[in-house]
Each structure stands twice: as C-alpha cells, then as structure tokens.
C-alpha cells in the first residue's frame, strides 16, 4: 500500500517538475541559464523556439491544453500584444526582487524583463566624425547619403524603433524618415545587425543602426575576423539631448493558463537574480535590468546614456501603424 502511495507520489512529482517555455530567444546563454536552473531547482526547463507571433498563434490555438507556462520574447511589443489577447495573467511584482529596475516594469503588470538593449548608431572609426551624428532623424540628413547601413523594415527591432520614433514625434514624421532614410541607404536592406557592422568594414557604408549586445558580441568574439569587424567602429547613442536612445526589452510573460505556475515563477525568479543578470550581460552583452548588477567592463566602457523612458508597451501599441508605414515607404 505504501509502495503503491509512494510511487503514485512520484509519478504526480515527475509530472509536477517541470516548466514549459516559448521563446524567441535563441542564444547560448539562455541554453547554460536554463541547465543551471535545472540543476539547482531539480525542475526540468522544456523550450520550443520560434518567432514571437509564431508563438503567440501557437498559444492561442492550443488554448486551454497550452502546456506552456512562460512566452519569452526580445520585444515588449510583442508581450504588450500576447496580453492585449488575454494570454498572459498579471505578476505580482513584490514577488521578485525589488533591484529590478522599476522603469523597465510593465506599467500594467503584465509581464517582467529579462534584459535590455538599446539601438545604437555604430560608425567607422576613420571615415565618420562622432560629432556629426546626433538623432536617428538626423540619418536622413542628405551628407549621408550611400552611407547608412540597416536590415529589412520586415525586423522586429526596427519596427520597434519606427513605433518609438511615431510615439515621440508623430506619424508625418515617422514616415518621412522612413522614406528618406532609404536614399541614405548604401544597398538594399539584407542580412542581420551584425551583417550590417560587416559591411561597413568591408566599405560598403559607414554608419549601421544596430543592437547594443551584437557589438558586443562582435567585440568579443572567438573568431577573429568578427573582432576585426567589432574594433572598425565605434558606438554612438542616438538622441542624447532629445527623447533618449530607443531601448527594448527582452522578458517574460506567465501565460494566463500556466500548468506549472509555481515552476514557472521560481525561474522567473532565477533569471531577475544578481547571479544569472551577471551571466547576462557578461556573455550577452545585454543590460541588466536588476540595479545590483553592473553591466560588463565592455559595455561599461561605452559609457552611460539616456535612455528613452516611454512607456514600452507604445511598441506594440504603435506596431500596426509602424508596419503600414513602412510598407507605404520604400524601406524593404
Ligand atoms: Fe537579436
């Protein structure tokens, strides 16, 4: 009898132990984070990647038997757009340390950060003089022309950065920059950020809109060639006496119904902590968004900088309008 109890017990606790992540996050360090996890909490991480709205589709079609408990994505856009369809259940934010930044918290509490990036403008060192950029408006300024480097409008960061640009000034003028940045462009939008930092060491443009952590990255890379192409330029933080540099970040929402809340709430907890926010941005190269971590030396090194303080769920507020303007304007 008390065999039969104990092993029903343990069956119950195998299925108990587990917590089911959908991410669109797709790097080494979340891979090591989530094995550390496992081992200490003895709670088994099981991942399904895919892009954000893959996922999102993917949890409303399988409703109530989702066995997901946690969406990961890169983009409070997309988060913003998983809790507007009811996906996602409010947090309790007293529940998690409170060295996470409250900037970086959902103003309606729908979901916690991980890390964040900011959008950089990265120059060649030679052929660019620092004191000539200033905004990302600016880049339309015709002295750029052949010059600017930037992947597809279809991509995630840029929308993101034209919904910031429509929140802060305007859709007239969102679209105007989306349309005349293009005849700064030095080729067709192609590849990823760190194609365009490439490209740049190989002369084909001089200056590149990018994401913090790929320099950073690039920077501190295994293959040399990539640590080349990191030292050609430097970084540049748009928008210091405007609205800020556009920043986004990468962080969690528990889904509405989390199987496994519990488990789901203790490698929340895991991800925010001081130990795991230092693995963060020491191998990322992401910002930490717990204010007991310091970011890494290298980029530390790049100094502080304004971020811009609007409300992150604007970015997928304003996504749709971002979408249409960019497929009005010529930006590919
Ligand atoms: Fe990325």
């Not at 409250?102 to 959008?119: C, E, H, Q, S, V």
């Not at 119904?257 to 490698?267: I, V, W």
């Not at 992401?286 to 790049?302: H, R």
């Amino acid at each position: 009898m008390s065999l039969l109890v104990l092993s029903s017990c343990n069956l119950r606790k195998e299925t108990e132990d587990v917590v089911n992540v959908y991410t669109k996050r797709h790097y080494q360090v979340d891979k090591d984070l989530f094995a550390q996890f496992e081992k200490i909490y003895n709670i088994k991480v099981n991942v399904v990647k895919a892009s954000a709205d893959e996922l999102i589709e993917r949890i409303k079609t399988e409703a109530d038997n989702c066995p997901a408990d946690l969406l990961i994505t890169v983009d409070a856009g997309k988060l913003y757009k998983a809790s507007s369809q009811n996906l996602l259940q409010k947090i309790n934010y007293s529940d998690f340390p409170n060295s996470i930044s409250k900037k970086f918290l959902d103003k309606n509490g729908y979901w916690l950060p991980i890390t964040y990036r900011a959008r950089l403008i990265v120059y060649h060192k030679d052929r660019v003089n620092e004191n000539e950029l200033s905004t990302y408006s600016s880049l339309i300024d015709p002295k750029w022309k052949g010059k600017i480097l930037v992947r597809s409008s279809k991509n995630a960061y840029n929308q993101a950065l034209l919904s910031s640009m429509i929140a802060n000034l305007g859709e007239t003028k969102a679209l105007n920059w989306s349309n005349k940045i293009v005849e700064n462009f030095s080729r067709e939008p192609k590849g990823n950020d760190r194609d365009q930092v490439r490209a740049i060491a190989a002369g084909v443009g001089d200056i590149a809109i990018v994401n913090s952590y790929y320099i950073g990255l690039l920077k501190s890379s295994v293959d040399s060639n990539d640590r080349v192409v990191g030292e050609t330029v430097n970084v540049f933080f748009p928008n210091q006496s405007t609205s800020g540099t556009h920043i986004n970040i990468s962080g969690m929402g528990l889904l509405r119904n989390s199987p496994n809340t519990e488990n789901a709430k203790s490698l929340m907890k895991f991800l925010v902590s001081d130990y795991a926010q230092s693995y963060y941005t020491n191998n990322s190269y992401e910002y930490p968004v717990n204010s007991n971590v310091n970011p890494s030396d290298l980029i530390a090194s790049w100094g502080n900088f304004v971020i811009d303080s609007l409300d992150l769920n604007l970015l997928g507020v304003n996504r749709k309008r971002a979408v249409e303007i960019f497929e009005k304007s010529d930006w590919k």
